[in-house]
């Protein structure tokens, strides 16, 4: 039995993924075993010698980096995203990050591509609103995505859990999840609009010349993955 295809891939990824790799094997016969995790940790896991055949990551700046290093043959873009809000309750997303009594939970910078885009977003609203963008990287909390941040229990998201565990009473994450928050009756995703958002780039690097590592490379790129990506909230490939 030919052992399954390791996959390293971001965790936002995780939604769209479970069902995207379940029709992958489907199709081809091919098994995948896929590793989630924070994209910038997952790179030093790869530096490290794990092996991985395919890695997804929510940023270009990690595959471009293993390619450039020689580590992997190629890389592409998949797949977009931007940012958004998770509150209990509707408000102007501004509002919410200007006042100073709301704890702000993020991801971590570094090691988690979300928390580099969320820096980002504070270094625009820093141009907007001098001052702003400044407090922002102070009073955040980094609570997720580091190397001994919070482990968010399996099958939770991380931005409600945040929330009802009363560790943050706002959080900055991936867009993609306000399909899921949707179901969620006391949180709900804040949209920010997209002159102020991030757009958020996400790439594969392929490291393996396996033609199994090319066909999955192929699939997520081609229709029917790029179809089940946006069907998770992610914006296609051929966004931008």
């Known amino acids: 039995m030919t052992s399954p295809l390791p996959v390293l891939a971001a965790g936002s990824l995780r939604l769209a993924f479970t069902p995207l790799m379940q029709r992958f094997t489907q199709a081809t016969g091919i098994a995948v075993d896929v590793k989630y995790g924070p994209a910038g940790l997952l790179k030093e896991r790869i ?13 270009r700046a990690h ?4 390619l450039a290093a020689n580590k992997a043959h190629s890389a592409h873009t998949f797949a977009w995203n931007r940012l958004s809000l998770t509150a209990r309750h509707k408000a102007n997303w501004l509002d919410l990050l200007r006042d100073p009594t709301l704890r702000i939970g993020t991801s971590t910078p570094g090691c988690d ?16 609103e001098p001052g702003l963008g400044e407090e922002l990287k102070k009073r955040a909390l980094q609570l997720v995505g580091g190397r ?9 998201l991380a931005s409600a859990w945040v929330i009802r565990q009363g560790l943050a009473e706002v959080f900055i994450g991936y867009a993609h999840y306000g399909l899921a928050l949707a179901d969620q009756p ?21 490291l393996s010349q ?9 699939f997520i790129t081609d229709r029917e993955g790029q179809d089940i990506l946006t069907a998770a909230g992610f914006l296609p490939a051929t966004f931008r």
């Open 148 to 156: 001994e941040t919070l482990s968010v229990p399996k099958g939770e």
């Open 210 to 218: 396996a033609p199994e590592a090319r066909s999955l490379a192929e």
């Open 113 to 128: 591509p979300s928390g580099d885009y969320t820096w980002a977003l504070f270094d625009g609203l820093e141009r907007l």
């Open 63 to 66: 595959p471009q980096a293993l």
């Open 186 to 206: 006391d949180v709900l995703s804040i949209a920010i609009p997209d002159e102020h958002n991030i757009l958020c780039e996400y790439q594969l690097a392929v």
């Open 47 to 59: 530096e490290a010698g794990e092996p991985c055949a395919l890695f997804a990551s929510a940023n």
